[in-house]
């Protein structure tokens, strides 16, 4: 699996879906790849926030802003319920959820060392809570 996953900052969903083609350009953000980003923000919204993976997807999450079937980009964004429950998290919290996913990916096959699985939530955490602050929400770009 080779894939950009950039969580970045946006005000609403017509300018985080500008960043379709080219990424989030000079929004604030994280880059991270190698994993599935649109499973992952299911199960760690499952993970801190309680429900199943089944009732997520069929309740439309992640919802899509914006996608292009010839290349494979999207961007999504990145649930209330999740960034609240992210932004609340205290690291111990957040850890925790960090090896349960790691041990959830590995049941699958996917190796996601639980330390860097530490630092996709904390630092995701960190760049929800500052989102917040601004009146702003979290979306991932993948290519």
Same mark, same amino acid.
């Given at each position: ?26 929004a604030e953000s994280l880059s991270f790849g190698n994993f599935d980003p649109e499973g992952a923000v299911v199960e760690w919204e499952c993970l801190l926030a309680g429900g199943s993976f089944e009732q997520l997807v069929e309740a439309g999450e992640p919802r899509i802003v914006a996608d292009q ?14 960034? @609240? +429950? /992210?932004?609340?998290?205290? %690291?111990?919290?957040?850890? $925790? #959820?960090?090896?349960?996913? &790691? ?21 995701? @955490? +960190? /760049?929800?809570?500052?989102? %917040?602050?601004?009146?702003? $929400? #979290?979306?991932?770009?993948? &290519?």
């Amino acid at each position: 699996m080779s894939i950009i996953v950039e969580f970045f900052v946006a005000p609403d969903d017509a300018s985080a879906a500008s960043a379709l083609q080219a990424g989030p350009g000079r929004a604030e953000s994280l880059s991270f790849g190698n994993f599935d980003p649109e499973g992952a923000v299911v199960e760690w919204e499952c993970l801190l926030a309680g429900g199943s993976f089944e009732q997520l997807v069929e309740a439309g999450e992640p919802r899509i802003v914006a996608d292009q079937d010839d290349d494979g980009c999207v961007v999504f964004a990145i649930s209330p319920r999740l960034a @609240a +429950a /992210l932004a609340d998290a205290e %690291r111990s919290r957040l850890r $925790d #959820v960090a090896v349960s996913w &790691a041990a959830q990916r590995a049941e699958d096959g996917e190796v996601i060392d639980a330390e860097i699985a530490e630092v996709i939530l904390s630092d995701l @955490a +960190a /760049l929800v809570s500052s989102a %917040r602050r601004q009146g702003q $929400d #979290v979306y991932c770009w993948v &290519a």
